[in-house]
């Protein structure tokens, strides 16, 4: 069984950086596992932010960008804004199935 | 733009069959895209369950394999998900949502619907 971990939990204050991680326990992530990163508030469907470790939605503002940093795949924000507090996950590709992180809940004070 | 709508019975007794469908619309379900249910338990994260292509192919979520069956329906634009024998661990909200086949984006998605399993 694949799992898939992120940091419980970060903070930020207003205007800073944070870098949210996702790692397997296969090994390295790489761009083969095409990482997504999706947001999700309280009581809605998850909103997709970045496909395929790099690319951007259309929607995904610009503060957000995706990389592979070490053997992670991983979610930055720049100039973090009030409305971003929210959840984040990934997930990745293995071998013909999808695994979702366990979730990274980021709070902004 | 592309549109999902989840649809069935909010709640299962233990042992049934929980059948939802997730209804298609602004687009064709008949694209090389794939579409795909995840589903939430209540206060817990976030779990893909399978996919399904317009020509019938699927993938499921090995631990889920033989309790869980995907199909669609290409004339009524919608496809389904079939889950037996479940119990109060299944007890989530489910959300459908198309994958495209090339970059492997999961883009659009269903607002979810909640389906609890009680007696």
């Known amino acids: 069984q694949i799992v898939v971990t992120q940091e419980p939990s970060l903070t930020v204050s207003p205007g800073g950086t944070v870098t949210l991680t996702c790692a397997s326990s296969?090994?390295?992530?790489?761009?083969?596992?095409?990482p997504n990163w999706f947001q999700q508030k309280p009581g809605q469907a998850p909103w997709a932010l970045i496909y395929?470790?790099?690319n951007k939605q259309s929607w995904t503002p610009a503060r957000f960008s995706g990389s592979l940093l070490g053997d992670k795949a991983a979610l930055t924000l720049s100039d973090v804004q009030p409305e971003d507090e929210a959840e984040y996950y990934c997930?990745?590709?293995?071998?013909?199935?999808?695994?979702f992180g366990g979730g990274t809940k980021l709070t902004v004070l | 733009q592309v549109q999902l709508q989840e649809s069935g019975p909010g709640l299962v007794k233990p042992s049934g069959t929980l059948t939802l469908t997730c209804a298609v619309s602004?687009?064709?379900?008949?694209?090389?895209?794939?579409w795909t249910w995840v589903r939430q338990p209540p206060g817990k994260g976030l779990e893909w369950i399978g996919e399904?292509?317009?020509?019938?192919?699927?993938n499921y979520k090995p631990s889920l394999k033989g309790r869980v069956t995907i199909s669609v329906d290409k004339s009524k634009s919608q496809f389904s998900l079939k889950v037996n024998s479940v119990t109060a661990a299944d007890t989530a909200v489910y959300y459908c949502?198309?994958?495209?086949?090339?970059?492997?984006?999961?883009?659009?998605w269903g607002q979810g619907t909640l389906v609890t399993v009680s007696s």
């Open positions: 997930l990745l590709y293995y071998g013909g199935a999808w695994f």
């Open positions: 602004g687009g064709s379900i008949s694209t090389s895209d794939w």
């Open positions: 296969t090994g390295a992530v790489t761009s083969g596992n095409y």
């Open positions: 399904i292509n317009h020509s019938g192919s699927v």
């Open positions: 949502a198309r994958k495209d086949v090339v970059w492997k984006n999961f883009d659009y």
């Open positions: 395929s470790t790099i």
